[in-house]
């Protein structure tokens, strides 16, 4: 059981580029986000699904776009790189729950991202 | 809206000592989730602990105990007779209940245990 599985792990992007960082599970899981750490903020939320076809702006959405056409994959694609995007990224899955308890996150390995 | 306040940026402790880990929320739901995970060198998240709002019993797990006072608002987490295998970032989590909700994290504590 891979889990959720991001790729690549490492990159790094001249100013201006742009790419996409992989997002996989195979939980079956509904809920999918995209994240960015930074050193003293914490995790931040870039976007998010709620399932395949859907999904919506977190708190910092700018610069990025994700679309979620199966449940497995969530894409997350930075259209034009910029050195503020210098960041850890986490792509993470969730499920909800029938038994009415918040589910945990399930947080793939990260993909280190320098942009020059 | 939600808030989670870690205010230990970083600890260091001698191996064998015990630890507690400070964390505040604010939210405005009466029904809510608290989360820790663990971020260690290798750079992943791992799950620790999920606590609802109701549930206001201290739980352990092993070395690991977690405090939860509604009353002040807070959720810490103590490491007994640390190891150095607990060095790691532990964020606090809070989020609301009920289909899909964003997850606010604090900023982490960067826990160094010192053999």
Not at chain 1, 95 to 108: H, K, N
Not at chain 2, 60 to 68: E, H, K, M, Q, T
């Amino acid at each position: 059981n891979a889990g959720v599985t991001q790729t690549p792990k490492f990159q790094v992007l001249k100013t201006g580029q742009s790419m996409t960082l992989q997002c996989a599970q195979d939980m079956n899981h509904e809920y999918m986000s995209w994240y960015r750490q930074d050193p003293g903020m914490g995790l931040r939320l870039i976007h998010y699904s709620v399932g395949a076809g859907i999904t919506d702006q977190g708190e910092v959405p700018n610069g990025y776009n994700v679309s979620r056409s199966t449940t497995e994959d969530f894409p997350l694609r930075l259209l034009s790189a910029a050195p503020s995007q210098t960041s850890v990224y986490f792509c993470a899955s969730s499920y909800s729950s029938r038994r009415l308890v918040q589910a945990e996150a399930f947080f793939g390995q990260g993909t280190r991202l320098t942009v020059v | 809206a939600q808030k989670v306040t870690q205010a230990q940026t970083e600890i260091s402790v001698v191996e064998k000592e015990d630890v507690t880990l400070d964390c505040v929320y604010e939210t405005r739901d009466t029904t809510y989730y608290l989360f820790w995970y663990k971020q260690p060198p290798s750079g992943e998240l791992v799950f620790l602990i999920r606590r609802n709002s109701f549930d206001e019993q201290n739980e352990i797990s092993g070395r690991y105990s977690w405090n939860f006072q509604k009353s002040t608002s807070s959720f810490n987490f103590t490491i007994t007779a640390s190891q150095v295998v607990d060095s790691a970032v532990y964020f606090c989590a809070l989020s609301g209940s009920g289909g899909y909700q964003k997850v606010t994290f604090g900023t982490g504590t960067k826990l160094q245990v010192i053999p």
